[in-house]
């Protein structure tokens, strides 16, 4: 089996941590005994968080180390690189980042969330505590630009406005959000809605809090800023802020402890699980548990057992969606508090259905 998360670059913040928790479920499946008694063994490349060294070390993966599974990836762009690898040479890419939607692969297996598992509660939630004017900030690639679409809909449709959008590379330094920092206070949004990823979101918030704004009256709220981004840019930074995702650390719950006990044992005490870490973790024993119904890695064979496959998740009890590939996640809203942990605010009471094309938006934003 394959796996391509990077070590190294800008994306590194957030993709070693998916790398541990892919390791960590391995590593616990062979000591359980395998797979009908044989070992998982992973052939790990590190990308060094360039999108095209993900395509390359794909093909790298199913060509010369005859590979057919591959777990990776983080962003939309690499992606996007990885799939008509998997695509034209039959494999099965699984993907444990939340991404913009609107996709559909036979050739991959999607356990992050979708907007509809995130964006729309999320858009509830800011316009009923904060207000409706929003200023969108991201990094410059698929998924920011796609999942601020997405939101200026949501928005839209419950009256609110985007008074600001910018776009910064994703190599960004601290010191190119200055202007944009000058630009919220011009605005006075209500919220600031981040798709920064990587070292940028340290950076963001960073200059946010160096700037004096104040996250109770303008909050800086995201998808993608997770427990990881929180330990880097310092909890203190971190305070006050919000995050839509299936899964935090302090979520509740046996499973959860014990996930969270195993994983800081491995890594150590100052090592947060985060929301990647938890999909890339669960869908290595969701492969386990088809892969030992299937008992081959022949993709066609293995991909019948994979849909509709459970597992009782750190976050709750998840399910691949046979007609769409996805993952029935939960829907969660957190607040950042000093410990650098997120308080849940908010939980679905059950898995919310994958819907990656927002086929039941419209009725869902309405409420």
């Given at each position: 089996m394959g796996v391509l998360f990077s070590?190294?670059?800008?994306?590194?913040?957030?993709?070693?941590?998916?790398?541990?928790?892919?390791?960590?479920?391995?590593?616990?499946?062979?000591?359980?005994?395998?797979?009908?008694?044989?070992?998982?063994?992973?052939?790990?490349?590190?990308?060094?968080?360039?999108?095209?060294?993900?395509?390359?070390?794909?093909?790298?993966?199913?060509?010369?180390?005859?590979?057919?599974?591959?777990?990776?990836?983080?962003?939309?762009?690499?992606?996007?690189?990885?799939?008509?690898?998997?695509?034209?040479?039959?494999?099965?890419?699984?993907?444990?980042?939340?991404?913009?939607?609107?996709?559909?692969?036979?050739?991959?297996?999607?356990?992050?969330?979708?907007?509809?598992?995130?964006?729309?509660?999320?858009?509830?939630?800011?316009?009923?505590?904060?207000?409706?004017?929003?200023?969108?900030?991201?990094?410059?690639?698929?998924?920011?630009?796609?999942?601020?679409?997405?939101?200026?809909?949501?928005?839209?449709?419950?009256?609110?406005?985007?008074?600001?959008?910018?776009?910064?590379?994703?190599?960004?330094?601290?010191?190119?959000?200055?202007?944009?920092i000058q630009d919220l206070r011009r605005t006075q949004p209500d919220v600031v809605f981040s798709t920064v990823v990587g070292e940028g979101t340290v950076y963001l918030y960073q200059a946010y809090v160096d700037a004096g704004l104040d996250p109770r009256t303008m909050p800086i709220a995201s998808l993608t800023t997770t427990e990881a981004e929180i330990r880097a840019m310092g909890f203190d930074v971190g305070e006050g802020h919000i995050t839509a995702a299936p899964y935090f650390q302090g979520v509740g719950g046996e499973a959860n402890a014990s996930f969270v006990a195993r994983y800081k044992k491995r890594y150590g005490d100052d090592e947060p699980t985060n929301m990647c870490v938890e999909a890339a973790y669960f869908q290595l024993y969701l492969f386990a548990k088809a892969l030992g119904q299937a008992n081959t890695l022949d993709t066609d064979v293995l991909r019948s057992m994979v849909l509709g496959t459970s597992f009782d998740a750190p976050q709750g009890h998840v399910t691949i969606d046979p007609s769409s590939s996805h993952t029935d996640l939960w829907t969660r809203i957190g607040k950042v508090n000093r410990r650098g942990q997120f308080d849940v605010i908010r939980e679905s009471p059950a898995p919310v259905h994958a819907d990656p094309f927002l086929i039941g938006y419209g009725r869902a934003a309405a409420r």
């Open positions: 070590r190294t670059g800008f994306m590194s913040v957030i993709e070693e941590t998916q790398l541990q928790g892919t390791l960590l479920a391995i590593e616990e499946i062979n000591a359980a005994g395998g797979v009908n008694g044989r070992e998982l063994v992973p052939v790990v490349y590190d990308p060094g968080s360039e999108s095209a060294a993900f395509g390359h070390y794909a093909k790298r993966l199913m060509i010369e180390d005859n590979v057919t599974t591959i777990f990776g990836c983080y962003t939309s762009s690499s992606r996007k690189a990885v799939l008509p690898v998997v695509e034209r040479l039959n494999g099965l890419l699984w993907y444990p980042t939340l991404y913009e939607g609107f996709e559909a692969s036979a050739n991959v297996i999607y356990t992050g969330a979708a907007p509809n598992q995130n964006s729309v509660a999320l858009c509830r939630f800011l316009i009923d505590t904060y207000g409706s004017r929003f200023y969108f900030i991201g990094s410059d690639y698929i998924y920011p630009r796609e999942s601020n679409r997405v939101m200026r809909e949501l928005l839209k449709q419950s009256g609110g406005s985007v008074v600001g959008e910018q776009y910064l590379s994703l190599r960004a330094r601290r010191q190119d959000f200055l202007p944009i």
